[in-house]
């Protein structure tokens, strides 16, 4: 094939205005650039559908583990909760349970100080009971002895009249004066020569021989 540069070129020259190019036999231009061909096409679609399938596999993968660890955490949330609510019931019981042993205590004390108190007042009342047996006993005998008929039951001898009382501390007895008050013998009264039984006693008291029945009439 030749080209000509007629129209660009100055004055013509055969060996210079004209080149020749050998072509090889069979030999082709290049190709002249166009659409790829359909399988290319399907081949990068397919690559691109693949890739976006395997972004959305490893997406739900993803949060797939994501919500297994929050129910793994929910789920160890619960049983520490669950663990903290035995503990507390536990701790409830155990209060529960001291509460009513403290309870038990106070009542089993409580039950032994009203026994031990009402042991002692009927020991107490016991103890009362001879000793005033004893008194009567000794009061009666007393009388019987100095010719009195009763505790407040004056005796007359000639012009004179006494009282159990004021013959008691005549005689410096001060148990048997201490007896008679208890049985209801007046300190108060006074016998013929107008004297208190503890007059009489301090009439003949001599270096505190009178002083027991002294000290029982409320005296020195």
């Known amino acids: 094939m030749f080209f000509s540069c007629e129209r660009i070129c100055g004055g013509r020259d055969p060996a210079t205005d004209t080149v020749r190019i050998d072509l090889p036999l069979g030999a082709a231009g290049p190709a002249p650039a166009g659409p790829e061909p359909p399988g290319a096409e399907r081949a990068a679609a397919e690559q691109e559908e693949q890739e976006a399938q395997r972004r959305a596999e490893e997406d739900e993968r993803r949060r797939a583990e994501e919500e297994e660890e929050e129910l793994r955490r929910a789920e160890l949330r619960r049983a520490e909760e ?90 410096g007895n001060g148990q048997m004066v201490e007896y008679l008050l208890a049985e209801g013998a007046d300190p108060s009264q006074k016998n013929s020569s107008g004297l208190t039984a503890a007059q009489v006693a301090t009439k003949k008291n001599r270096g505190d021989s009178h002083g027991g029945a002294l000290r029982a009439l409320g005296g020195a």
């Open 82 to 171: 669950e663990d903290e609510r035995r503990r507390a019931e536990l701790r409830r019981a155990e209060e529960e349970e001291e509460r009513r042993r403290l309870a038990r205590l106070e009542e089993e004390e409580a039950r032994a100080r009203t026994e031990a108190e009402l042991a002692e007042r009927e020991r107490r009342e016991r103890a009362e009971a001879l000793a005033a047996q004893e008194r009567r006993a000794q009061v009666g005998a007393f009388l019987k002895a100095e010719g009195f008929a009763g505790v407040s039951a004056p005796r007359r001898r000639l012009l004179q009249k006494s009282y159990p009382l004021h013959r008691a501390a005549e005689l």
